[in-house]
């Protein structure tokens, strides 16, 4: 008989998972452990599952949380069976998700998009000026980070991941390799003119601080004298959207601007469904789908050019 937080990584040793994704699972085991305790598999039912989502859904948890926790464990338990680490017949997971409530479009708006790119070249011109170290430093950085979302829609991920050798600006387009994208699937991103002039600067100064082709391109401890780590990591991402979104009001992050691009290049007169799901590296257009979003003023217009 095996415990619960065993499972994940017996699941792990067959399946050939990122780390990013493993932790996903993890996360999802340990909260079912605070509430069962660090018990066999065998002893959950779907009474406890049911039990479980009661107790936290809602106080605890939201209902897009409470579904990928069910996901992670469903597919962990499904392994349990099918491989007898278990004398569960049925998985205790199958049927116990929730609807989840209809959210606002998880875009940006342009005026969010200005007033952030407002609030970013005031700090970068001011350090410039100065030698001042702003709240978001070094803000030219941030800047490049922020536009490289906005013009590409490339997953957080994948930005960390990005080498001096991965960017070709004579083509114009930078390479996502296999072990990066969430799909396993190697592509190419286009570089918007705007763009490119953000990442010459950004590849000078590697070149200057000693970036080597083969390492992290998107480093800020190259570039900072206030952070200090060999390599960058989400964590520090993340306290960067954090600080932008507190200055601007309103929240943003790297998933949004996928969203944001999807639906904007969708308003497109020759828009193509393909091109979309080409660019955010999706194997599905099912998933591409889920990216956009209509706004009410489309549909107005739809309906205003009926006959």
């Given amino acids: 008989m095996r415990l619960i937080s065993e499972l994940p990584e017996l699941y792990f040793f067959e399946k050939h998972l990122r780390e990013t994704s493993q932790q996903g699972y993890r996360v999802a085991t340990n909260a079912l452990i605070r509430f069962t305790g660090d018990c066999l598999i065998d002893e959950i039912s ?19 949380s409470w579904n990928t926790y069910l996901r992670h464990l469903r597919a962990l338990f499904g392994y349990a069976i099918k491989n007898n680490l278990t004398n569960l ?15 606002p479009p998880k875009t940006v708006k342009n005026r969010v998009t200005r007033d952030a790119r407002i609030l970013l070249f005031g700090m970068a011109r001011s350090e410039m000026k100065t030698y001042a170290m702003a709240s978001i430093h070094p803000a030219w950085f941030w800047r490049t980070v922020f ?8 997953r957080a991920n994948e930005l960390l ?8 600006m004579e083509s114009l387009q930078f390479c996502i390799h296999p072990e990066v994208s969430k799909n396993f699937d190697e592509h190419y991103v ?3 003119s705007k763009l490119a002039k953000y990442l010459r600067v950004l590849l000078l100064n590697a070149k200057k601080r000693g970036i080597k082709p083969n390492e992290q391109l998107f480093n800020v401890n190259k570039f900072s004298q206030r ?3 060999r390599t960058m990591d989400m964590s520090q991402l993340s306290r960067f959207y954090t600080a932008l979104s ?26 193509n469904l393909h091109i979309v799901k080409d660019l955010l590296g999706h194997r599905s257009i099912a998933t591409t789908l889920k990216y956009v979003h209509v706004d009410v003023d489309q549909v107005r217009h739809a309906l205003e050019v009926m006959r």
Wanted: proline fraction near 7%; hydrophobic fraction near 30%; charged fraction near 25%.
């Fill in 46 to 64: 779907r009474a406890t599952v049911l039990n479980w989502r009661k107790s936290v859904l809602g106080s605890e948890i939201k209902e897009v």
């Fill in 227 to 229: 952070h200090m780590r």
């Fill in 89 to 103: 017949l049925d998985n205790p997971f199958e049927g116990c998700g929730v609807r989840c409530p209809n959210r």
């Fill in 161 to 168: 991941c990005i080498r001096p050798q991965d960017v070709d």
């Fill in 246 to 271: 507190r200055k601007l009001g309103v929240h943003v992050s790297p998933h949004r601007f996928r969203h944001t691009i999807a639906t904007d290049l969708m308003k497109q007169p020759k828009s």
């Fill in 190 to 192: 286009p570089i918007h």
């Fill in 147 to 154: 536009e490289t979302f906005y013009y590409t829609g490339i």
